[in-house]
């Protein structure tokens, strides 16, 4: 059975994901975000416990059914980040979720990453509010390259564009 949320093309199955990074204010001003990358759907399926003999039909199907709460392993953390300053996107720095201190300061500490699936409809502006120069990097990077480059001064705001915080890029 072919689940409504992911396209199945000539027996292969393709999916996409919508909606926005999950954020969360750390302290006043100050954030952290979960970049969004290809493996949200192994993230979700694992931190579902769903068994490695369900087939992807019904692994799929369940998740477009299931309500409730998964904890996502370490190994399937997404790379998390924050901006040293919110008005400008060359800021963006790792932050190692083993040590949040090191980023936020003392007493800040990651415990663990829950994913929650619900009926609610996908986001869709709330981190804009937060990052409002995001739209301005659809097709481009943070540190305004076109393309991505090894020999790039700033690695990650060159790995990074506003489809790394929102899908579709607006």
């Not at 999916?15 to 290809?38: H, K, M, Q």
């Not at 540190?143 to 915080?165: I, M, P, Q």
Request: charged letters at 25%; glycine letters at 6%.
């Amino acid at each position: 059975m072919a689940p409504k949320w992911v396209p199945i093309t000539a027996g292969n199955v393709h999916g996409t994901i919508e909606g926005e990074s999950s954020f969360v204010e750390v302290s006043p001003g100050r954030y952290l975000f979960a970049v969004l990358n290809d493996r949200e759907t192994e993230r979700a399926m694992v931190s579902f416990h769903f068994k490695a003999s369900e087939t992807s039909s019904q692994i799929f199907s369940a998740l477009s059914t299931e309500h409730g709460t998964g904890f996502v392993p370490y190994s399937l953390y997404p790379e998390l980040v924050t901006f040293d300053d919110l008005s400008d996107p060359k800021s963006v720095r790792e932050v190692d979720p083993h040590n949040l201190e090191a980023t936020f300061g003392p007493g800040v500490s990651l415990k663990r990453i829950a994913l929650e699936v619900t009926r609610e409809r996908v986001t869709a502006g709330p981190i804009e509010k937060i990052l409002k120069w995001l739209p301005d990097y659809c097709g481009i990077r943070f540190d305004r390259a076109r393309f991505e480059t090894l020999s790039a001064s700033n690695r990650l705001a060159n790995s990074l564009s506003s489809g790394a915080f929102e899908i579709p890029c607006r």
